[in-house]
């Protein structure tokens, strides 16, 4: 009997054991379904409700409650004319039109000759209209007159920016800084150049010229810029979606990426884009080999590789983290626990966002020394509540 009483108690306390457990996934599931869903069908935006403070100003104890946007009032202010004129800009050069009257006019009716006292100017902007035209590359070649059988002597030729290409090197800039910064397609810019200059060119001529340029000129300026990249102590690394609709072997609808790296060196600030048809980590390790100094991205794994190597710090991204917590705030099923916690951390961050502000115009060693003095005791304090909510939330 003894023996049965103890094999029921035991079975007792092992049924305990799998019912709280089982609670704990039931748990872990709902917070994950609840995430999921708001995920897909909810709001994207990361703002709070009224109650949560701006991340420039101190933050109060009030609750944070997640909402959808609403639609800001839009106010515009009374329009008031000012006094003086826009000023010119300085770097315009100045053509001077003199305006005069004629010299009849310059007999006063008493019949002296009127003196010149003053000017007064007016300003207008103008600009030259594009003009082509077309550029005669004349090569002079000589020969003897006695026909001593010398062969004859030819001019070299002349460094083309595009060899055998119609093309010099102001029209092809021309092309290119309509294309990409104005974003003007070639096929328009083919349209104009028929239009209004009656120059013929096809849109293909014109993307043949672009990747010429890109493929000869531009190549070993980006193999050099990129030796500088990774000379750098500091990078900021993130990739995103690009889509091509015909490469080879993918679909219109496969996904293909853009590689973004900026780096931080005051001498040689620079921003490259890399394109490769995947997001493996091998693209990391070629855009980051040689680098050593602090690496910045967001959480994707695929720079782990990277950042395990010897001589890299590996940074992350506040606003990255703040998402989590904010997450866990906009949670229908979250406890109070969780959300007191939560809403610590984001107040906590939003001291961190306030600082930063107030030093952005500092001198490095200012910026290094406040951070040290008020940010530090912060990001300590941000450690702690970590590691409580590490405790309650899944």
Known sequence: MKKELESLQNLAAKQTGTIVEQAKTIRYLEEKIDYLIRQKY????????????????EPTQEEYVAQEDDPQEIVIPVHKRKGKSRSLPDHLPHIRIEHDIDDKDKICSCGCAMRYFKEIISHQYDV????????????????????????????PRFNAVLPKAQVTPSLLATIGVQKFEDGLPLV??????????????????????MIGA???????????????MKQSSYIQADETTFQVLNEEKK???????????????????????????????????????????YLQTDGYAGYNIKAKEA?????????????????ILKSTISDKQSQSLSKEI???????????????????????Q????KSKPIIDEISTQVKLISKVVP
């Not at 115009?361 to 290094?368: M, Y």
């Not at 406040?370 to 003095?373: A, L, S, V």
Request: with cysteine; aromatic share 10%; net charge positive.
């Open 311 to 327: 001589g890299v710090t590996h940074l992350g991204c506040w606003a990255h983290g703040r998402r989590r917590f904010a997450d």
């Open 128 to 155: 030259e209209p594009a003009q082509f035209r077309i550029i005669d590359n004349v090569r002079f070649a000589y020969t003897c007159p006695k026909g001593c059988g010398a062969k004859p002597i030819t001019a």
């Open 370 to 373: 406040t951070r040290e003095d």
């Open 346 to 368: 984001i107040a906590l961050i939003a001291k961190l966002y306030k600082i930063e502000k107030e030093i952005k115009e500092d001198p490095l060693e200012i910026k290094q």
């Open 188 to 209: 328009r810019q083919a349209k104009i150049y028929k239009q209004r200059f009656n120059v013929q060119f096809s849109d293909t001529t014109l993307s043949n010229w």
């Open 42 to 57: 909810g709001v994207k935006s990361e703002k709070l409700t009224s109650n949560q403070p701006s991340l420039f100003d």
């Open 251 to 293: 679909k219109a609808t496969a996904k293909s990426y853009l590689w973004i790296r900026v780096n931080k060196d005051e001498t040689k600030k620079m921003v490259l884009l890399h394109y490769s048809s995947n997001r493996a980590s091998s693209t990391v390790t070629t855009l980051l080999d040689g680098f050593n100094g």
């Open 214 to 228: 890109s493929k000869l000129r531009l190549s070993p300026l980006v193999a050099l810029m990129d030796t500088y």
